[in-house]
């Protein structure tokens, strides 16, 4: 499966964005998503996944309660709702898909091009 994350952009502190991962092929509903996170100098970071069904999320404890992982497998697309945004939450985002519902960067595979993500003070 090839994904490609969109929908990021610049904002100020305390505002949201939703950032899209389309995904090609018709395997989509068989995987289950993440989204990982990279700041520059640092290591990609899990930040929430979704089972294959929809119906089991899981979070980094950083974003719990702030962001919401969803998917819609009509449309092939995975969602990451990100609100009351911090300054600490700047980095390129990115989708990846994965046999098992998993946090660690080297279970999941189809790593396409980021989205970046940019909160203001």
């Known amino acids: 499966v090839q994904l490609q994350a969109s929908g990021g952009g610049l904002v100020q502190a305390g505002g949201s964005l939703r950032l899209s991962c389309a995904a090609s092929?018709?395997?989509?509903?068989?995987?289950?998503m993440g989204w990982f996170r990279q700041a520059p100098g640092k290591e990609r970071d899990f930040v929430a996944a979704?089972?294959?069904?929809?119906?089991?999320?899981y979070y980094a404890d950083s974003v719990k309660g702030r962001f919401t992982i969803s998917r819609d497998n009509a449309k092939n697309t995975v969602y990451l709702q990100m609100n009351s945004l911090k300054p600490e939450d700047t980095a390129v985002y990115y989708c990846a898909a994965s046999t098992v519902v998993a946090g660690t960067p080297s279970m999941y595979d189809g790593w396409g091009q980021g989205s970046q993500v940019t909160v203001s003070s």
């Open positions: 979704i089972s294959w069904s929809g119906g089991s999320t």
């Open positions: 092929g018709r395997s989509f509903s068989r995987f289950a």
